[in-house]
């Protein structure tokens, strides 16, 4: 019978999954026309800027799934200390357990979202060199998911 932070990462983990895959999903129907030029993004049509934006709120319930439940869950299953522990810690320990790659790289990930934010539809040179970034990384998103998701896996066996 799995414990309740078991339970709990079972949640976060179905949770994930299908951000992942919708995000994917809509990457692989955008992905023809990337990397995005200044031209081309002013280009897009409705099917396009759909897909995108499919793309992008993904992205983000994903990076925010792992930042605010995943990584706390994780740390709190191999017993270590996450209460009162602030992010940056949390991103070093899960560092130091081999969790992640690089505390370092979850931070850009997060400065590559945050630039999106700033929407700037009046620049399109700039809203492509976002997006171009947002798309680029997804593999690092999805490499420190699989990267928890393994670990988790291996430690059930």
Excluded at 62 to 75: C, I, P, V
Excluded at 93 to 100: M, R, S, V, W
């Amino acid at each position: 019978m799995p414990n309740i932070i078991e339970q709990k990462l079972e949640r976060i983990f179905r949770e994930c999954d299908t951000h992942q895959a919708r995000m994917m999903s809509a990457y692989h129907k955008i992905q023809r026309k990337l990397p995005l030029k200044p031209a081309s993004y002013l280009q897009l049509n409705e099917e396009d800027v759909t897909h995108i934006d499919q793309f992008l709120f993904r992205y983000a319930k994903l990076q925010d799934a792992m930042g605010q439940r995943l990584f706390k869950a994780m740390l709190t299953m191999l017993q270590e200390e996450v209460e009162h522990v602030p992010f940056l810690d949390m991103l070093h320990k899960l560092e130091k357990l081999n969790l992640i790659a690089s505390a370092e790289k979850w931070q850009e990930l997060s400065e590559t979202r945050n630039a999106i934010a700033h929407e700037y539809d009046d620049s399109p040179e700039l809203m492509a060199q976002a997006l171009n970034a947002i798309f680029s990384s997804n593999e690092a998103l999805i490499g420190a998911y699989d990267g928890l998701k393994d670990a988790y896996q291996r430690r059930q066996s």
